[in-house]
């Protein structure tokens, strides 16, 4: 009795990791030249990982954009770039895969020494999973099967791909200085086509401009690139579905002004990195359980949980809220800066939960100097309909004062939902001879089985191929629908 395997391989959720670093940029501007802090935010890019067992190394890159005023009170710019980096300890192996992120939670400067740094608390959110082969229990010479067909989601081909999106945009004004730029890329659709995983979305950008006219005026000016780029992949057909993920690898901005009509052309590039993976649904013949009618069996059993996203769903909610502010006069309001969106209480199946609306908000005073002023509003987020991992991002966010006091924000809320389909597969692992069985001589034996006795459980029992069983009872049906007498003939 020669058991037979194949293999499989199965994507398993390890854990999700979180934790908090600072990365920090120390300058050559000097305290005692710089009149006060108008705006500083910073953006993150190039993040990558290595993993080592029980280890992850990731590392980034990251630029600070410090507007500020100087002693003669006028508009200036620090851009400043550094790397960061750190550790996670954590039961990974080589050979795990991890899906990183990297989000600046709050940006400041310390004047206090003689020159200026810039700092950034980093959130880090690792999730890990494994890929294994595990063995599948297949057949083998002499063997009773039982057998049945379940339909689970495979991955079929993963794809990756560095792409750079290219776009100009006008502006009715001369640009003096870009002040600060600030994107964030989103995946809104994901689809397989043939041999390619096609991926829409778009790059949402901030920009800080200073424009170049007799009184200097900072203007924000927001938008979003859109993107749809195919990621080579051979074994990925219309008929699949596909997941990815796409990550900020560089930016470049450049400013035309045009003398004759006084406006400016800016021109993005924005370099992505972006991975794909295929998924279908398919059948497998998965052994469920097995018997010799000559030798002992010992079967060990095995459950796989197998998680593959199926689905991303993208939906807009719009929102107000309103946020209290300092009291301090205000003449008017630049923008909304920095709008993000923090998940206080996530919201589970059919549940709602609870998010804050974070944002900085530039004003001018009644003397025309620019301040900025770390405004939030709670809201509900709404309603999910399965079990998903939403990722919410605000756009078009708008604001108007209603007094010194008091801010009313608008903006659209952002859900892309990635579902999943999760099955849980019971399979045979391993199966080992114990010795021959004890034989039964006898020609001819009767045996009594009780009503509800299905084909595979009888012949089991009674040590005997179900087909035989059969065709020495054909005047019965299975399940047993009473307690009937079972002739086994066994031949000599």
């Known amino acids: 009795m020669t058991p037979k395997f194949e293999s499989l391989t199965l994507k398993k959720d390890k854990a999700i990791i979180n934790d908090k670093i600072k990365a920090e940029c120390k300058t050559d501007l000097i305290s005692e030249e710089t009149e006060k802090i108008i705006y500083i935010t910073s953006q993150i890019y190039n993040v990558q990982n290595e993993i080592t067992d029980n280890r992850i190394k990731f590392f980034g890159k990251i630029v600070f954009y410090c507007v500020y005023e100087d002693k ?21 192996k ?20 003689a020159f200026i740094v810039f700092s950034e608390e980093i959130e880090i959110s690792a999730s890990i999973f494994s890929e294994e082969k595990e063995n599948f229990f297949v057949g083998g010479d002499d063997l009773y099967l039982k057998t049945a067909e379940k339909e689970i989601y495979k991955s079929f081909g993963k794809g990756s791909l560095s792409y750079t999106v290219s776009e100009e945009t006008e502006v009715g004004y001369k640009i003096k200085e870009v002040l600060s730029q600030k994107y964030n890329v989103v995946i809104s659709a994901c689809q397989c086509g043939v041999e390619s995983i096609i991926v829409d979305g778009s790059v949402i950008y901030t920009l800080l401009l200073l424009q170049n006219a007799e009184k200097s005026c900072i203007i924000k000016e927001d938008g979003a690139l859109p993107y749809r780029i195919e990621i080579p992949c051979a074994e990925a057909m219309p008929t699949m579905t596909a997941s990815a993920d796409a990550f900020l690898k560089n930016f470049k901005l450049d400013v035309a002004v045009s003398e004759e009509d006084d406006k400016s052309t800016i021109t993005f590039n924005v370099g992505l990195n972006l991975n794909g993976e295929c998924f279908s649904k398919s059948a497998m013949q998965i052994v469920e359980d097995a018997f010799s009618t000559t030798n002992q069996l010992e079967i060990t059993k095995s459950v796989a949980t197998i998680k593959l996203p199926v689905e991303i769903k993208e939906t807009e909610q719009k929102i107000t809220v309103k946020a209290g502010l300092k009291d301090s006069e205000k003449d008017s309001l630049i923008g909304i800066l920095n709008g993000r969106v923090q998940v206080i209480a996530k919201s589970g199946v059919q549940s709602e939960g609870t998010a804050v609306f974070v944002c900085d908000c530039m004003f001018t005073d009644k003397e025309g100097r620019y301040f900025t002023e770390r405004a939030e509003g709670s809201f509900t987020l709404p309603l999910l309909e399965k079990d998903c991992n939403p990722y919410y991002y605000a756009k078009n966010c708008r604001a108007k004062l209603n007094s010194d006091v008091e801010l009313e924000i608008e903006f659209i809320n952002v859900c892309v939902s990635c ?8 399979y045979i692992s391993n199966v080992a001879d114990n010795g021959e069985k004890a034989t039964n001589d006898s020609s001819i034996s009767i045996y009594c089985a009780e009503a509800g006795e299905d084909l595979w459980a009888l012949a089991k029992r009674l040590n005997v191929c179900p087909e035989e069983l059969v065709a020495s009872n054909k005047e019965l049906q299975f399940p047993l629908l009473n307690d009937e007498r079972i002739i086994v003939y066994r031949q000599k």
């Open 419 to 426: 579902y999943s389909e999760e099955n849980e597969l019971e």
């Open 94 to 113: 080589a050979g795990d895969k991890v899906k990183l992120s990297c989000s600046p939670v709050r940006t400041e400067t310390d004047n206090g020494g």
């Open 72 to 92: 003669d009170k006028n508009v200036r710019k620090k851009e400043c770039a550094n790397e960061f980096s750190g550790v996670l300890s954590c039961d990974v």
